[in-house]
């Protein structure tokens, strides 16, 4: 299993990044570059406790589509959101925020596992980790652009 923790600091009020974190819409702004579109389920506006929403974007060339549920969430301080159908082994993304001195710690917590065995291994070390890394970081940028507004 990979793990990819990260740490954003945005100067905004937690609530306005939580909302900003589940929102459908910015997340499709920030994943413009795979062209990532919500195509079931949720597909705009806040995504809530129980809620699904089925992405299709391309990465490495590709087009692939990742089924995600809202799984556990106490307002304004943690959500998780997890695969139930798509192209990882298992997929976990923890959301944690943290309001101090008026600004949010907000923390991904992203755990995942590849299918196919060492070939599945190999392909997370040379390409996926950092490749998801990456989507986080940008996905970040504009959630910190866009709450601090």
Same mark, same amino acid.
């Given at each position: 299993?990979?793990? !990819?923790?990260?740490t954003t600091? !945005?100067k905004?009020?937690? +609530?306005i990044v939580f909302?900003?974190?589940r929102?459908i819409?910015? *997340? +499709? +702004?920030?994943?413009s ?8 389920g949720?597909?705009? =506006?806040l995504i809530?406790?129980n809620e699904? #929403?089925?992405?299709? =974007?391309? *990465?490495?060339?590709?087009? !692939?589509? *990742?089924? /995600? ?10 959500? #998780?959101?997890?695969m139930? &159908?798509?192209?990882?082994k298992?997929?976990r *993304?923890?959301?944690f925020? @943290? @309001?101090?001195n ?11 596992e ?5 070939i599945g291994?190999?392909?997370? !070390?040379l390409? $996926? @980790?950092?490749h998801?890394?990456?989507? $986080?970081i @940008? &996905?970040n940028?504009?959630l910190?652009? $866009? /709450?601090?507004?």
């Amino acid at each position: 299993m990979t793990t !990819i923790n990260l740490t954003t600091k !945005i100067k905004a009020p937690k +609530q306005i990044v939580f909302d900003a974190a589940r929102n459908i819409d910015i *997340h +499709q +702004q920030s994943a413009s570059p795979s062209k990532e579109k919500a195509i079931a389920g949720v597909t705009s =506006g806040l995504i809530n406790l129980n809620e699904s #929403v089925t992405w299709r =974007g391309k *990465h490495f060339g590709f087009y !692939i589509t *990742h089924k /995600s549920r809202i799984t556990a969430m106490n307002f304004y301080d943690y959500f #998780v959101d997890e695969m139930e &159908r798509g192209k990882f082994k298992s997929f976990r *993304h923890e959301h944690f925020f @943290e @309001e101090v001195n008026g600004a949010t710690i907000m923390r991904d917590k992203l755990q995942y596992e590849t299918p196919f065995g060492i070939i599945g291994k190999l392909f997370d !070390i040379l390409l $996926l @980790e950092k490749h998801l890394t990456n989507f $986080l970081i @940008e &996905r970040n940028k504009i959630l910190k652009v $866009l /709450s601090e507004k």
